[in-house]
């Protein structure tokens, strides 16, 4: 399996603009999480998935957030508009269900708002 | 909700010695605590993890305790080598209920040649 992928991986964009970010979940992995990690902050859980249904989006910082995951191979996560201190790393993660021990990361998407 | 602490935040030890990094959790209803590994440039991977019925799980160089009633757990490498550089994050979460893993702040851990 590939694993966990992330695109793009690094993104530059300007304050205001619209960035979009794009994860696929390992095959069958029931679970989807969608992680933020800066020095501040380290890394912090946003939102997450089951079975493609947003289960808990407390971590989304403000309404400029939103994630969707229209199948259970893609999800998105986007910014709109964006601003400087949403610079970050931000990482997609698959697990397979419920007991299952592991949560796969992908590689993160660096985002830098100028 | 649970609450992980990580100590110490940066860690430094010479090639060969050993390197232990702690942590502790608020919610004795936990009961998964995994250990991950993150390089540079990259995603976290896990590298070890115990479940709260067990007190202690090796696999080579590296071993992890548990504390139940402190409610604490460690990450011990032995014969640490110059590759084990990089940053652990210990993490906490309660299995049948509520799927979030929290983390702690993370340790950056150094191996000098």
């Known amino acids: 399996d590939a694993g966990v992928i992330q695109s793009p991986r690094h993104e530059v964009t300007e304050m205001g603009q619209e960035v979009t970010l794009r994860c696929k979940p390992i095959?069958?992995?029931?679970?989807l999480f969608w992680y933020r990690q800066t020095m501040m902050r380290g890394l912090e859980l946003l939102i997450y998935f089951n079975n493609n249904v947003p289960i808990d989006d407390s971590g989304m910082p403000e309404d400029r957030f939103s994630a969707k995951m229209p199948n259970a191979s893609f999800s998105t996560l986007k910014i709109q508009p964006s601003e400087p201190r949403d610079s970050a790393v931000y990482f997609c993660a698959s697990r397979l269900e419920l007991w299952a021990d592991t949560q796969y990361f992908g590689p993160g998407t660096r985002l830098t708002v100028l | 909700g649970e609450n992980v602490e990580q100590h110490p935040s940066t860690l430094s030890v010479q090639e060969g010695d050993s390197a232990v990094i702690k942590c502790t959790y608020s919610?004795?209803?936990?009961?998964?605590f995994p250990w991950y590994k993150q390089e540079l440039g990259k995603g976290p991977q896990l590298i070890i993890d115990?479940?709260?019925?067990?007190g202690e799980k090796k696999d080579q160089r590296i071993a992890v305790t548990l504390n139940k009633t402190a409610k604490h757990f460690s990450l011990h490498i032995t014969e640490t080598q110059p590759e084990d550089s990089a940053v652990y994050f210990c993490a906490a979460r309660r299995m049948e209920y509520g799927n979030k893993l929290v983390f702690g702040a993370g340790t950056i851990l150094r191996v000098k040649s």
């Open positions: 115990i479940r709260s019925n067990v």
């Open positions: 095959s069958g992995h029931d679970y």
């Open positions: 919610d004795s209803a936990s009961n998964y």
